[in-house]
T-cell receptor, first 114, second 112 residues
Framework: EAGVTQFPSHSVIEKGQTVTLRCDPI?????LYWYRRVMGKEIKFLLH????????ESGMPNNRFLAERTGGTYSTLKVQPAELEDSGVYFC????????????FGPGTRLTVL | QKEVEQNSGPLSVPEGAIASLNCTYS??????FFWYRQYSGKSPELIMF????GDKEDGRFTAQLNKASQYVSLLIRDSQPSDSATYLC????????????FGSGTKLNVKP
């Protein structure tokens, strides 16, 4: 069974540019999550999809971040325009049950904004 | 106060010893608790989960939960150098208990 995959693994962009991160969850997992780890800080929740619907986006930093999950399969997270403080590792995770099941994490996308 | 707190370490133990990792959390209503291991540059991988008060054992690992004290721990018996990693405590919180809050992680070094 394939795990959670993310693309790209690394992205280096300049301030003001746009970047789109992609996540493919484990097949059959309705729940998809985005997290971010900024250097030296803990992993923080960004948002939670159930199928194609946003269940909770309370962790999204501001309106420069836009997440989508069209068709309830893969998800994208777009940052536009990127700022220096957006640098970090963005993790995607998926699960079957949102409360009782483990979340399976992807390898992450390391974003560097110069 | 952070939602989930862990000592950042590093915690150094000799090979073969017991490593004890601790975590406290703020939401008394939390129901599910997870320990993840993360090697440098890699994604977190699940070690154990626990839902009920008491101990849960899986091989060399034992998770302990005390909801009254809002405390969860992970014991690693017969520690091996390959156990050297950062251990993350994750607690399911939020209005719908649908999201993980992570501690900052405890770095464990097992010395041969």
């Amino acid at each position: 069974e394939a795990g959670v995959t993310q693309f790209p693994s690394h992205s280096v962009i300049e301030k003001g540019q746009t970047v789109t991160l992609r996540c493919d969850p484990i097949s059959g997992h309705d729940n998809l999550y985005w997290y971010r780890r900024v250097m030296g800080k803990e992993i923080k929740f960004l948002l939670h999809f159930v199928k194609e619907s946003k269940q909770d986006e309370s962790g999204m930093p501001n309106n420069r971040f836009l997440a989508e999950r069209t068709g309830g399969t893969y998800s994208t997270l777009k940052v536009q325009p990127a700022e220096l403080e957006d640098s970090g590792v963005y993790f995607c995770a998926s699960s079957q049950d949102p409360i009782w099941d483990e979340q399976f994490f992807g390898p992450g996308t390391r974003l560097t904004v110069l | 106060q952070k939602e989930v707190e862990q000592n950042s370490g590093p915690l150094s133990v000799p090979e073969g010893a017991i490593a004890s990792l601790n975590c406290t959390y703020s939401d008394r209503g939390s129901q599910s608790f997870f320990w993840y291991r993360q090697y440098s540059g890699k994604s977190p991988e699940l070690i154990m989960f626990i839902y009920s008060n008491g101990d849960k054992e899986d091989g060399r690992f034992t998770a302990q939960l005390n909801k009254a004290s809002q405390y969860v721990s992970l014991l690693i018996r017969d520690s091996q150098p390959s156990d050297s990693a950062t251990y993350l405590c994750a607690v399911n919180m939020g209005n719908n208990f649908n999201k993980f809050y992570f501690g900052s992680g405890t770095k464990l070094n097992v010395k041969p």
